[in-house]
């Protein structure tokens, strides 16, 4: 059962706008949010965390936005860089998961130059 | 940052052999550490989680007596792939938790082949 689900593929954008990816989850009890960022052959990067007690935190050109009625987070990255063309995954733990981390399947994103 | 520190990075094995890859956080105390598989274009899949001092968790699926798991200390896990076959071959990733509600940080990643 996909606790975290990632809906959308791949993306596309040109460079310099806006990129939205989004994440929806099951799990009400969720309490902590990341979204990571991957590079073929290496390891996931950390980019970005929100909790529960929280609908938006910024870092840089990466925002995250999260929606607990909808049980919904987005992660939007302006201005969008070729740079950031990768796989980026959202993730959820907490409430009750121990310290169990949930991924979504992943969206690829590329940013044309 | 918080850094975990994975070895070796690529390993080329006979099919029979084993394969130990090690999993280190090297500026933070991981009390949990997750074992991932990747297949080509395929998201990570849980392949189990360990616990310092504890026998590790697999998920369904996964043969604990093939993939063997050791979390000695709080900075150290080793997973162990007993008698591979080139179905065994794959991206393995370790990644590291310490505190509640802290990022979890990963490994750079093992590409095992087995021949």
């Known amino acids: 059962d996909q606790q975290v689900k990632q809906n959308s593929p791949s993306l596309s954008v040109q460079e310099g706008r806006i990129s939205i990816l989004n994440c929806d989850y099951t799990?009400?009890?969720?309490?902590?949010f990341l979204w990571y960022k991957k590079y073929p052959a290496e390891g996931p990067t950390f980019l970005i965390s929100?909790?529960?007690?929280?609908d938006k935190n910024e870092d840089g050109r990466f925002t995250v936005f999260l929606n607990k009625s909808a049980k919904h987070l987005s992660l939007h990255i302006v201005p969008s860089q070729p740079g950031d063309s990768a796989v980026y995954f959202c993730?959820?733990?907490?409430?009750?998961?121990?310290?169990?981390?949930?991924f979504g399947t992943g969206t690829s994103l590329t940013v044309i130059p | 940052g918080a850094v975990v520190s994975q070895h070796p990075s690529r390993v080329i094995c006979k099919s029979g052999t084993s394969v130990k890859i090690e999993c280190r956080s090297l500026d933070f105390q991981a009390t949990t550490m997750f074992w991932y598989r990747q297949f080509p274009k395929q998201s990570l899949m849980l392949m189990a989680t360990s616990n310092e001092g504890s026998k590790a968790t697999y998920e369904q699926g996964v043969e604990k007596d093939k993939f063997l798991i050791n979390h000695a200390s709080l900075t150290l896990s080793t997973l162990t792939v007993t008698s591979a076959h080139p179905e065994d071959s794959s991206f393995y990733i370790c990644?590291?938790?310490?505190?509640?509600?802290?990022?979890?940080?990963f490994g750079n990643g093992t590409r095992l082949t087995v021949t």
């Open positions: 929100i909790s529960s007690i929280k």
């Open positions: 993730a959820a733990s907490g409430g009750g998961t121990g310290n169990q981390f949930y």
């Open positions: 990644s590291a938790s310490g505190q509640y509600n802290s990022p979890l940080h």
């Open positions: 799990n009400s009890m969720f309490d902590y």
